[in-house]
């Protein structure tokens, strides 16, 4: 036994072992505390159907959180993203192509805005990112004048829809796909790209990174635009499946998102994390509200357990970091 | 072929209204050793800040192997065959030996993916053949959190004679070591002349500047004040020019 918890993957994995175990916990007490919800396909339907509308960013905010940087704003560019997306649509006749560029194009210019502020002005990205959280949303009102847009005539039953929102062999929807896909290729980028080992380093210690002759700023800016870009994906993905923009889209994401990315055990301080950490983190967080409903408890529950796992997490995570001083 | 590695010509650097360097003109010639000597705040880390690339000068000329040359970043000068070893030794503790090694200049594939095992590879080379290192304890996964100071300025190193660079700027290599890495450290800096290769270094500890260089520079004030070969000055006397320079703010070159 000894053995097996000194090995070598495992002295380097203990944050992806630990939050591995807290989600087969809680896993189990669902399955034993609701077994007749649980034993049932739709939960895990319901599931999979919700969880990658804020999967998809918590993976990416991963990035720029191991710089040591956080980005609140993103909910405010899922909206602004949203908006646009919906209106061109709708006064295209249904241009996919067009829509999806568009309003990727603007995430990722509200991510280089966010990155340029930090960077070059010199803002502390929690304080830039209210900047813009505010600014973002306040546009979707002035332009959307509070009114929500129907998508349902240009994308109901195209191939775009399907190939966002479709399920697969009628039984797991297609947004579900995407997400794993995009967790393996970003998990891949943290660990094994030029970039995401430049984002390591740069969380880990600034100075040191640029004397080593890796470019911060450059680094910091792709980070907050690959932000922006995967918050308009998002908003995209929730636009297909409820054929609806309503202004305040996104608004909601902000905690569970970054809950999921800190439950995962990427650090706050920078320089350490897991793109893969995040993923079992939006399993969890994600899965608490219907859970917790499912064993029988009432929905006032809820905040309060999603608060017990957080603070559960980040402490064992803490804890091991102290040991390894 | 001319002996000249590195000429700085009327260098000048301001940060706002502060005039670090004031007219600075040094040449350092292969396979020589040159040492930077002065005071706190007399410019020597940001000479060679401006060497290599750290900072850009607000005006002068850089010739390197001849050609005038325009330093902008860290990456460039490296390129061009000039390695720094920083006294805040640039390293990031967080992170894998063999990561530290490549930061930078990682070896990846096209798509700029990293080429994990073959930097595994040469980063244990690195370790057994430059470093030294026969500890079992430091794999190169090792985080370098786990290093003591001698451990981590010998990765620098290491890391400098790899790349194979012809110019090895040292920034207080001996700082914080106990005496047998500082005796280590120096015999590196001995050793790069039997390789034709160049150092210039700034160190605190005249005893360890005179051991190890072939010429000294003093620096006060953001100005070259002495210029003196090995053989034109004892220990002592050197010791002697720095105490006067501190207590008259001015030294007497005979």
Request: aromatic share 12%; hydrophobic share 45%; net charge positive.
């Amino acid at each position: 036994m000894s053995s097996i918890i000194n090995s070598y993957f495992v002295k380097t994995h203990r944050l992806e072992i630990s939050i591995t175990i807290i989600a087969i916990v809680l896993f189990l007490i669902y399955f034993f505390g609701a077994t007749h919800v649980f034993t049932r396909f739709p939960i895990y339907r319901a599931f999979m159907q919700s969880m990658p509308f804020f999967g998809i960013i918590a993976i990416s905010a991963t990035f720029v959180v191991t710089l040591g940087e956080i980005d609140l704003s993103f909910p405010s560019i899922v909206g602004i993203t949203s908006l646009t997306f919906g209106m061109l649509l709708t006064s295209t006749d249904g241009n996919f192509f067009i829509s999806f560029a568009l309003a990727t194009a603007l995430g990722m210019f509200a991510g280089l805005i966010n990155g340029l502020l930090v960077t070059k002005i010199g803002i502390p990205s929690i304080v830039a990112t209210i900047g813009t959280l505010f600014f973002w949303r306040g546009l979707v009102n002035v332009i959307s004048q509070g009114s929500g847009i129907a998508i349902v005539d240009e994308a109901d039953g195209t191939w775009h829809h399907m190939i966002f929102v479709d399920k697969l062999f009628n039984l797991i929807p297609a947004q579900f796909i995407w997400f794993v896909v995009l967790t393996g290729l970003m998990q891949w980028v943290y660990r094994y790209h030029k970039f995401g080992n430049h984002i390591h380093f740069v969380g880990d210690n600034k100075a040191s990174a640029q004397m080593m002759g890796i470019d911060v700023d450059k680094v910091k800016i792709i980070a907050f635009v690959q932000l922006g870009f995967f918050s308009a994906l998002a908003g995209i993905f929730t636009m297909y499946e409820m054929l609806y923009f309503w202004p305040t889209q996104g608004s909601g994401l902000m905690l569970t998102t970054l809950a999921a990315v800190f439950v995962g055990g990427t650090s706050v301080f920078g320089g350490k994390g897991t793109v893969y950490g995040t993923f079992i983190g939006v399993l969890i967080i994600g899965s608490l509200e219907s859970g917790i409903v499912a064993l029988g408890l009432s929905g006032f529950y809820v905040q309060f357990i999603n608060g017990l796992m957080i603070t559960i997490a980040v402490t064992i995570y803490a804890l091991i970091q102290k040991r390894k001083t | 072929m001319s002996k000249q590695l590195l000429k700085l010509e009327n260098i000048y650097k301001n940060f706002g209204n502060v005039k670090v360097l004031k007219d600075v003109n040094i040449t350092i010639n292969k396979g020589e050793v040159v040492a930077l000597i002065g005071d706190n705040g007399a410019g020597k880390s940001t000479l060679i800040k401006v060497i290599t690339g750290v900072h850009t000068p607000n005006s002068g000329k850089i010739f390197f192997k001849e050609n005038e040359v325009q330093i902008k970043s860290v990456s460039q000068s490296r390129k061009m065959g000039i390695e720094a070893v920083y006294q805040e030794r640039a390293l990031c503790d967080q992170q894998e030996l063999y990561r530290n090694i490549f930061a930078g200049r990682e070896i990846t594939n096209s798509l700029g993916f990293l080429k994990i095992k073959e930097q595994r590879k040469e980063a244990d080379r690195i370790l057994r053949d430059y470093i030294g290192f026969t500890s079992k304890a430091i794999t190169v996964d090792s985080p370098v959190m786990g290093l003591s100071g001698g451990e981590k300025q010998g990765v620098a190193f290491g890391r400098s004679l790899y790349f194979n660079s012809d110019l090895i700027v040292l920034d207080e290599p001996t700082m914080g070591l106990s005496i047998q890495e500082t005796e280590k450290v120096l015999n590196f800096v001995k050793g790069l002349k039997n390789e034709n290769k160049s150092a210039i270094f700034i160190d605190h500890n005249i005893i360890h500047v005179y051991g190890a260089a072939d010429r000294f520079i003093i620096l006060d004030r953001g100005e070259v004040v002495g210029e003196f070969l090995k053989d034109q000055i004892s220990r002592e006397e050197l010791v002697k020019k720095m105490i006067q320079l501190h207590e008259s703010g001015k030294i007497k070159v005979d």
